[in-house]
């Protein structure tokens, strides 16, 4: 009997075990206490045997930046000056289309995709549903990364010591605001803006008009920041670690990850953390910061997103993983 036959069999007796404790339940009757877990998600996407944790899915050169649009996930490939746009389901490319000049990161405002162009100085925004270039808009130095509001889209400038507001329907300019030094990561938390100043060590906390309301005390480097509905999390580079702040900025646990940890997502359970120099992610337990695993991803890893079902991070050396 080979391999294949052997795994089509082992699925059979998963699925007829699963589908006899079923019937059991709905009739009454008492449960085998051998009864295979029941769990629909896991089955789905095929995680219930270690071999297909992750898998691997090649995008362009330098891919950096990822977000998912509510059916498919773009990459932000830097060495290439292009975004491809994958199938959330099984990775297919859908297309990739030029975006500006060394895309860093992108933001989805619900209907298009933002992508900073770190050497453009600009930030380029693109028709979800068709890839179509739809404007270029001037920003400070070295946008890096995004966040939209609702309304606007919020840039950070890396070497402007800045963050810029655009109005998302039309790119218009509403105002450049100083912040700390070599901003980074940024976040939203339905009311406020925070931002993670990678040479300052500090996370900043801006009113909807650009005033800073707050500066607080990070880790070595703090590069991306991220709101799980109550508090904000921060990874720190040069610390190793991942930082929690509630929203009036009082750290309420640090907790150690992988090496050079930058980006970050919640999904609504955990945090997971792209480690760059691990090349790995780790998925910390969102209530207590318990780190839950650590898997490895492709070399390099960057940013992270989640798309209700899968987390996917891009890897600085070509590829994508999908776990």
């Not at 059979?12 to 009454?28: D, E, T």
């Not at 997971?272 to 691990?278: D, E, F, G, L």
């Amino acid at each position: 009997m080979n391999r294949t036959l052997l795994f089509f069999c082992a699925v059979a007796v998963l699925f007829s075990g699963s589908y006899l404790w079923i019937q059991a339940s709905n009739s009454g009757n008492t449960l085998p206490s051998t009864a295979p877990p029941i769990n629909p998600n896991q089955v789905a996407i095929l995680h219930w045997y270690a071999a297909n944790q992750t898998t691997e899915f090649t995008a362009g050169a330098g891919s950096e930046g990822v977000a998912f649009d509510g059916a498919n996930i773009w990459i932000g490939n830097f060495y290439d000056n292009t975004v491809t746009e994958l199938k959330a389901s099984d990775g297919t490319v859908i297309r990739t289309v030029p975006a500006g000049t060394a895309p860093f990161a992108l933001a989805y405002d619900g209907a298009n995709i933002w992508v900073s162009d770190f050497h453009g100085n600009t930030v380029t925004k693109l028709q979800a549903s068709t890839g179509s270039l739809l404007g270029t808009f001037s920003v400070g130095a070295n946008p890096a990364n995004l966040v939209f509001d609702g309304k606007n889209i919020w840039v950070s400038n890396f070497n402007g010591n800045s963050v810029t507001k655009l109005r998302a329907s039309d790119g218009s300019v509403l105002g450049t605001f100083t912040v700390g030094n070599n901003p980074n990561g940024i976040a939203f938390d339905g009311t406020y803006i925070w931002v993670a100043n990678e040479f300052s060590d500090s996370l900043m906390k801006l009113a909807p008009d650009g005033r800073i309301l707050g500066q607080f005390h990070t880790g070595q480097q703090p590069w991306g920041v991220a709101f799980d509905g109550t508090h904000i999390w921060i990874t720190n580079q040069n610390s190793n670690s991942v930082a929690e702040f509630d929203t009036n900025g009082s750290v309420v646990g640090t907790f150690f990850v992988g090496k050079g940890p930058r980006g970050l997502a919640f999904d609504g359970t955990y945090i997971w953390t792209a480690n760059n120099v691990s090349g790995t992610t780790t998925r910390l337990l969102v209530s207590d910061g318990t780190q839950q695993r650590t898997f490895t991803v492709g070399s390099l890893a960057q940013g992270v997103a989640f798309d209700g079902a899968n987390v996917w991070v891009a890897n600085q050396s070509g590829t994508v993983t999908k776990l």
